[in-house]
C-alpha cells in the first residue's frame, strides 16, 4: 500500500519549468551558449546591437535549467535563467543565476 501513495504523490509533482533570459546588449555573438545547449532552444538572430553585434535569443520553450548557456558565457549578466513558479506559495521564489 506504500507503494501506491508514492506512486500518487509522483503523480501530483509538476515539472519544474525554466526559461532564458539573454540581455542582447550585452552578447557579443559569440554562439557558446547557443552550442552549449542541449535542448537547442537558443538561436542566433539577425538583429544588431547596441556595438554592431547580432546577438542570441531564446526561443520560448524547451528550457531546462541546465545552464550550460550560463557557463559557456564569458559575457557577466548576458544569461539569466529563472524558474517558473506556478504554486501561489511560491509565486515570489524564482531561481535566478548571472553571469
Same mark, same amino acid.
Given at each position: 500500500? %506504500?507503494?501506491? =501513495?508514492y !506512486?500518487? @504523490?509522483? !503523480? !501530483?509533482k !509538476?515539472?519544474?519549468?525554466y526559461?532564458?533570459?539573454?540581455e542582447?546588449?550585452? $552578447?557579443?555573438?559569440?554562439e557558446?551558449?547557443v &552550442?552549449?545547449?542541449?535542448k537547442?532552444?537558443?538561436?542566433?538572430g539577425? +538583429?544588431l546591437?547596441?556595438?554592431?553585434f547580432?546577438? @542570441? /535569443? /531564446?526561443v520560448?520553450a524547451g $528550457?531546462?535549467? $541546465?545552464a @550550460? $548557456? /550560463? /557557463? &559557456?558565457c564569458? +559575457?557577466?549578466? *548576458?544569461?539569466?535563467?529563472f524558474e +517558473? #513558479?506556478?504554486? *501561489?506559495?511560491? #509565486?515570489?521564489? %524564482? =531561481? %535566478?543565476? +548571472? &553571469?
Amino acid at each position: 500500500m %506504500e507503494t501506491d =501513495q508514492y !506512486k500518487m @504523490a509522483d !503523480k !501530483k509533482k !509538476k515539472a519544474k519549468k525554466y526559461f532564458v533570459k539573454i540581455e542582447p546588449d550585452e $552578447c557579443k555573438g559569440c554562439e557558446r551558449c547557443v &552550442n552549449a545547449c542541449p535542448k537547442a532552444v537558443l538561436k542566433m538572430g539577425t +538583429e544588431l546591437n547596441f556595438m554592431g553585434f547580432p546577438f @542570441a /535569443y /531564446y526561443v520560448g520553450a524547451g $528550457c531546462i535549467g $541546465c545552464a @550550460a $548557456c /550560463y /557557463y &559557456n558565457c564569458p +559575457e557577466p549578466g *548576458a544569461i539569466t535563467i529563472f524558474e +517558473e #513558479s506556478d504554486d *501561489a506559495d511560491d #509565486s515570489g521564489k %524564482e =531561481q %535566478e543565476e +548571472e &553571469n
